[in-house]
């Protein structure tokens, strides 16, 4: 598989050591599990890692001004990442766009789709401009 980062996005390192305990997670875990139970595997594998973590972090959505609901992140590393996990047949750009929509959201700059499901797949979305070498 092609690796995802590189030095110029945002917070490579943070992405770089969450792929990496992503890989430990799927290779002992395999797929075919809910997302909850991998949610709770990485929880554990970030903090073995020693990453700072928060689950299922609630995000207001607000239109016009108004809070018109809520959605809560799977897991927010370093205040810094939401990481989105997923167990489906592959990711599609449906899952791209709720990422940019919780990222939006949360004001937070970059994001994760991690898919456990048999075609593992990795997407990164971040917001704002690319920093510069």
Known sequence: MATVTSPDFQHADLTDAILGAYFAVYNALGTGY????????????LR????????????????????????????VVART??????????????????LLNY???SALPVGLVLNFGP?????RIHTGPRPRP
Request: hydrophobic content about 45%; overall charge positive.
């Open 119 to 123: 075609r593992t797949g990795i997407r």
């Open 48 to 75: 073995a890692r020693g990453m700072p973590l928060a689950l299922e972090v609630p995000f207001p959505v607000h239109y016009r001004g108004e809070c018109v609901g809520q959605y809560r992140a799977d897991i």
């Open 103 to 105: 990222l939006k959201a």
């Open 81 to 98: 990442v939401i990481v989105e996990c997923k167990a489906a047949d592959q990711l599609s750009k449906a899952h791209d766009a709720q």
């Open 34 to 45: 809910l997302e909850a139970v991998y949610r709770r595997a990485m929880a554990m594998e």
